[in-house]
Protein backbone atom coordinates (compact mmCIF):
# COMPACT_ATOMS: atom_id res chain seq x y z
CA UNK A 1 0.00 0.00 0.00
CA UNK A 2 2.63 2.84 1.04
CA UNK A 3 4.36 1.86 -2.28
CA UNK A 4 1.43 2.70 -4.37
CA UNK A 5 0.82 5.91 -2.44
CA UNK A 6 4.59 6.59 -3.16
CA UNK A 7 4.33 6.03 -6.96
CA UNK A 8 0.90 8.32 -6.65
CA UNK A 9 2.67 11.18 -5.04
CA UNK A 10 5.61 10.92 -7.46
CA UNK A 11 3.07 10.55 -10.28
CA UNK A 12 1.56 13.80 -9.00
CA UNK A 13 4.43 15.86 -8.63
CA UNK A 14 5.72 14.77 -12.19
CA UNK A 15 2.77 16.00 -13.68
CA UNK A 16 2.56 19.99 -11.41
CA UNK A 17 6.28 19.65 -13.07
CA UNK A 18 4.96 19.48 -16.22
CA UNK A 19 1.65 21.81 -16.08
CA UNK A 20 4.50 24.49 -14.45
CA UNK A 21 6.59 24.14 -17.39
CA UNK A 22 3.93 24.17 -20.51
CA UNK A 23 2.93 27.26 -18.38
CA UNK A 24 6.59 28.94 -18.80
CA UNK A 25 7.41 27.37 -22.15
CA UNK A 26 6.31 26.58 -25.26
CA UNK A 27 7.42 25.02 -28.70
CA UNK A 28 7.67 27.24 -31.75
CA UNK A 29 8.74 25.94 -35.66
CA UNK A 30 9.90 28.12 -37.73
CA UNK A 31 8.35 28.12 -41.14
CA UNK A 32 9.37 30.78 -44.15
CA UNK A 33 13.09 31.53 -44.68
CA UNK A 34 12.67 35.35 -42.72
CA UNK A 35 15.07 34.40 -40.36
CA UNK A 36 17.80 31.94 -42.64
CA UNK A 37 20.74 31.61 -41.98
CA UNK A 38 20.43 31.92 -38.20
CA UNK A 39 17.23 29.56 -38.49
CA UNK A 40 15.73 27.29 -41.18
CA UNK A 41 12.45 26.47 -41.92
CA UNK A 42 11.24 22.92 -39.64
CA UNK A 43 13.64 24.11 -36.93
CA UNK A 44 11.76 23.30 -33.46
CA UNK A 45 12.40 25.78 -30.88
CA UNK A 46 12.30 26.41 -27.08
CA UNK A 47 10.50 29.45 -26.16
CA UNK A 48 9.89 30.87 -22.72
CA UNK A 49 7.13 33.01 -21.82
CA UNK A 50 8.53 36.19 -20.17
CA UNK A 51 7.59 39.98 -20.76
CA UNK A 52 9.43 42.76 -22.81
CA UNK A 53 11.06 44.56 -19.73
CA UNK A 54 13.49 41.10 -19.00
CA UNK A 55 14.53 41.59 -23.13
CA UNK A 56 17.44 42.61 -24.64
CA UNK A 57 18.16 43.88 -28.16
CA UNK A 58 19.29 41.05 -30.57
CA UNK A 59 16.99 38.60 -28.53
CA UNK A 60 14.97 36.48 -31.03
CA UNK A 61 11.21 36.62 -29.83
CA UNK A 62 8.13 35.16 -30.92
CA UNK A 63 5.06 37.07 -31.25
CA UNK A 64 1.79 36.07 -32.27
CA UNK A 65 0.37 38.27 -34.83
CA UNK A 66 -2.27 40.56 -35.25
CA UNK A 67 -4.31 41.14 -38.78
CA UNK A 68 -1.27 44.06 -40.29
CA UNK A 69 1.62 41.59 -39.51
CA UNK A 70 -0.35 38.71 -41.30
CA UNK A 71 -0.86 40.15 -43.98
CA UNK A 72 -1.72 38.00 -46.96
CA UNK A 73 -1.58 35.16 -44.63
CA UNK A 74 -4.42 35.16 -42.25
CA UNK A 75 -4.39 32.49 -40.80
CA UNK A 76 -0.57 32.90 -40.27
CA UNK A 77 0.91 31.54 -36.89
CA UNK A 78 3.63 32.98 -34.47
CA UNK A 79 6.58 35.21 -35.88
CA UNK A 80 9.84 34.61 -35.14
CA UNK A 81 12.12 37.55 -35.27
CA UNK A 82 15.25 39.38 -34.14
CA UNK A 83 14.22 42.17 -31.37
CA UNK A 84 16.14 45.33 -32.95
CA UNK A 85 14.13 48.41 -30.62
CA UNK A 86 12.43 48.11 -27.08
CA UNK A 87 11.34 51.06 -25.52
CA UNK A 88 12.93 54.30 -24.96
CA UNK A 89 15.70 52.75 -27.22
CA UNK A 90 16.14 54.63 -30.59
CA UNK A 91 14.02 53.67 -33.82
CA UNK A 92 15.84 52.06 -36.56
CA UNK A 93 15.48 54.41 -40.01
CA UNK A 94 13.84 52.02 -41.81
CA UNK A 95 11.38 51.03 -39.37
CA UNK A 96 8.15 53.49 -39.67
CA UNK A 97 7.71 55.32 -35.91
CA UNK A 98 4.97 57.95 -36.02
CA UNK A 99 6.11 58.91 -32.51
CA UNK A 100 9.64 60.22 -33.27
CA UNK A 101 12.94 58.07 -33.36
CA UNK A 102 12.58 56.92 -29.59
CA UNK A 103 10.38 53.56 -29.60
CA UNK A 104 7.20 54.73 -27.01
CA UNK A 105 6.27 52.70 -24.02
CA UNK A 106 4.46 49.47 -24.66
CA UNK A 107 5.98 48.72 -28.37
CA UNK A 108 8.98 46.94 -30.04
CA UNK A 109 10.56 46.50 -33.52
CA UNK A 110 11.21 43.29 -35.17
CA UNK A 111 12.86 42.53 -37.96
CA UNK A 112 13.97 38.93 -39.73
CA UNK A 113 17.62 38.02 -40.70
CA UNK A 114 16.84 37.68 -44.05
CA UNK A 115 15.59 41.30 -45.23
CA UNK A 116 14.63 40.20 -48.96
CA UNK A 117 12.01 37.16 -47.60
CA UNK A 118 10.98 38.63 -44.47
CA UNK A 119 7.71 40.86 -43.47
CA UNK A 120 8.70 42.49 -40.19
CA UNK A 121 8.33 45.73 -38.48
CA UNK A 122 9.28 47.41 -41.67
CA UNK A 123 6.55 46.37 -43.17
CA UNK A 124 3.97 46.52 -40.33
CA UNK A 125 5.19 49.13 -37.95
CA UNK A 126 5.98 48.64 -33.99
CA UNK A 127 4.32 45.91 -32.28
CA UNK A 128 2.36 45.72 -28.98
CA UNK A 129 3.82 44.63 -25.77
CA UNK A 130 0.40 42.42 -25.17
CA UNK A 131 1.81 40.65 -28.77
CA UNK A 132 5.45 38.82 -27.37
CA UNK A 133 4.54 34.79 -26.37
CA UNK A 134 8.61 35.05 -25.34
CA UNK A 135 12.19 34.55 -26.32
CA UNK A 136 13.67 31.79 -27.73
CA UNK A 137 15.84 29.99 -25.80
CA UNK A 138 17.60 27.07 -28.29
CA UNK A 139 16.36 24.86 -30.62
CA UNK A 140 16.20 21.95 -30.01
CA UNK A 141 16.04 19.98 -33.38
CA UNK A 142 14.23 19.98 -36.82
CA UNK A 143 10.93 18.68 -37.36
CA UNK A 144 10.96 15.51 -39.58
CA UNK A 145 10.81 16.27 -43.47
CA UNK A 146 7.35 14.63 -44.55
CA UNK A 147 7.94 11.42 -46.45
CA UNK A 148 6.59 10.94 -49.71
Known amino acids: MQSVIA ?6 AAVAVLVAMRR ?9 H ?8 GDRLLVRRTSLTSLNVGDIVVV ?14 LVIKRLV ?4 GPVPADVPC ?15 DNPSASRDSRHYGLVAE ?7 VRSVGRRPS ?3
Open 130 to 136: DRLVGVV
Open 85 to 88: ALPG
Open 98 to 112: PEGNVLPMGRMAILG
Open 34 to 41: SMVPTLEP
Open 64 to 77: APDARMAGPRPRAG
Open 7 to 12: LLLVVS
Open 24 to 32: RFLLATVEG
Open 146 to 148: PTH
